[in-house]
């Protein structure tokens, strides 16, 4: 049973420059979530995808914008990118909206 | 809101027990449990629904204070595997999955 996915690993981007990073979920779930984490901290919720809308957005400028697509997986992409934007980014992934939510390995985006 | 988390940080000896609480000052529909070890993601440990149904793994378990918005995980005969750091995110109604986390509690477990 595959779990929930994300690519790249690791990826280093200069400031101003636009990034997307890709999940695919895991097998049966429909929900992808998207989180930032900053190194010490608890996740912070990006926004939440199902049936390709965004159903929930956290408190994330409009720099940060996403999609899903009609397989369930999804992209999280960020344009003009601020130092502060480097962080672990994580992929949850969850069979509805309110249930479980299964994380990814997670994204690490340095901003140099 | 953020939930507050205690305590922050806690130390134990393998086969000791702890109770990692976190609280919340808004409504919650549902409290969520995760452990992350260092440089992985977190892991799903337990969730608890209002109404009173929960899932997760068979060795954790959980409480959820419905009236006080509070949630307590219970970490019985402590395993130096159970070492990391513990976050309860919490969803409110009509929130959908948007869960909030805690700060964290750091639990280390020594043989």
């Known amino acids: 049973d595959a779990g929930v996915t994300q690519s790249p690993t690791h990826l280093i981007k200069t400031r101003g420059q636009q990034v997307t990073l890709r999940c695919s979920p895991k097998?049966?779930?429909?929900?992808v979530s998207w989180y930032q984490q900053a190194l010490g901290q608890g996740p912070q919720f990006i926004f939440q995808y199902y049936e390709e809308e965004e159903r929930q957005r956290g408190n994330f400028p409009d720099r940060f914008s996403g999609h899903q697509f009609p397989n369930y997986s999804s992209e999280l992409n960020v344009n003009a990118l601020l130092l502060g934007d480097s962080a672990l980014y994580l992929c949850a992934s969850s069979s509805g909206l309110f249930y479980e939510q299964y994380f990814g390995p997670g994204t690490r985006l340095t901003v140099t | 809101q953020q939930p507050v988390q205690s305590p922050q940080a806690v130390i134990l000896r393998e086969g000791e027990d702890a109770v990692i609480n976190c609280s919340s000052s808004k409504a919650l529909y549902s409290v969520h449990w995760y452990r992350q070890k260092h440089g992985e993601a977190p892991v799903f440990l337990m969730i608890?629904?209002?109404?009173?149904e929960q899932k997760g793994h068979d060795k954790i378990s959980a409480s959820f204070n419905e009236k006080k918005q509070q949630s307590s995980l219970y970490l019985t005969a402590s395993q130096l595997s159970y070492s990391g750091t513990y976050f309860c995110?919490?969803?409110?109604?009509?929130?959908?999955?948007?869960?909030?986390f805690g700060q964290g509690t750091e639990l280390s477990v020594k043989p």
């Open positions: 608890l629904l209002k109404g009173g």
């Open positions: 097998s049966g779930h429909d929900t």
């Open positions: 995110g919490t969803a409110s109604y009509n929130q959908g999955g948007k869960l909030i």
